[in-house]
């Protein structure tokens, strides 16, 4: 499973554009790239997916260079509501485990 | 529909004591995952059943932690002699295919584990 590697936290004011990057050097040829949001307090749930290009939906986009080495997740136009821990996961199409980080703790503020 | 549920919410027992705990995923959901998250820390992977395959429990931290599954139905996870390392939260989620990247998983609200 590739190994992803993204900030801890990130802080942003309401109506700011959020970035958050998410390396993974060793993804295989097989592997999606999903994105995660969790409140406090609540399990993580599922925001978007890709595996090349862009991707976009009524949350949020996703980035993904040529290469694959990493992602950028892209919340338009932030809210307080936001505020949450994103997860960058990695994994083949098919079968088998997911392994969650750390994660990044996004913090909006007003 | 009815999502993935998860009893109790809350449990508090004593060093030593034995818990299980349940979850129930979404109907038709074939895949099922068992997650440990700490006060601050991301989730923790601990096992994953898919349909009658032999389940994967790479991520159970030791043998005092256990977990089965009836057919593509509820699943507990028992915690043996619990010691306060054990106290988390503990995640639950379900997904309708076989896992992977491609098969969004849904969660349970999760049942928060305190081990006095």
């Known amino acids: 499973l590739a190994k992803t590697t993204q900030p801890i936290s990130m802080d942003s004011y309401e109506g700011q554009e959020v970035n958050i990057t998410c390396s993974h050097n060793?993804?295989?040829?097989?592997?999606?790239i999903t994105w995660y949001q969790q409140f406090p307090s609540q399990g993580p749930r599922f925001i978007i997916q890709?595996?090349?290009t862009k991707v976009t939906n009524e949350v949020a986009s996703l980035f993904i260079p040529a290469d694959r080495k990493s992602s950028t997740l892209s919340l338009p136009r932030v809210s307080l509501s936001d505020t949450a821990v994103y997860y960058c996961l990695v994994g083949p199409n098919q079968g088998g485990k997911l392994i969650f980080g750390q994660g990044t703790e996004l913090s909006v503020k007003p | 529909g009815a999502g993935v549920s998860q009893s109790p919410s809350n449990k508090v027992t004593e060093k030593g004591k034995d818990v299980e705990l349940r979850c129930d995923p979404i109907s038709g959901h074939t895949a099922l995952y068992w997650y440990r998250q700490r006060l601050g820390q991301g989730l923790e992977f601990l096992i994953y059943?898919?349909?009658?395959?032999?389940?994967?429990k790479s991520g159970l931290p030791s043998d005092r932690f256990s977990a089965e599954r009836t057919g593509e139905s509820v699943s507990t996870l028992t915690i043996q002699r619990t010691q306060q390392e054990d106290s988390a939260v503990y995640l639950c989620?379900?997904?309708?295919?076989?896992?992977?990247?491609?098969?969004?998983?849904?969660f349970g609200p999760g049942t928060r584990l305190t081990v006095l």
């Open positions: 059943f898919q349909g009658n395959s032999a389940p994967d």
């Open positions: 890709g595996y090349k």
């Open positions: 989620a379900s997904s309708p295919r076989g896992g992977g990247a491609r098969d969004t998983q849904y």
């Open positions: 060793n993804i295989a040829t097989n592997d999606y």
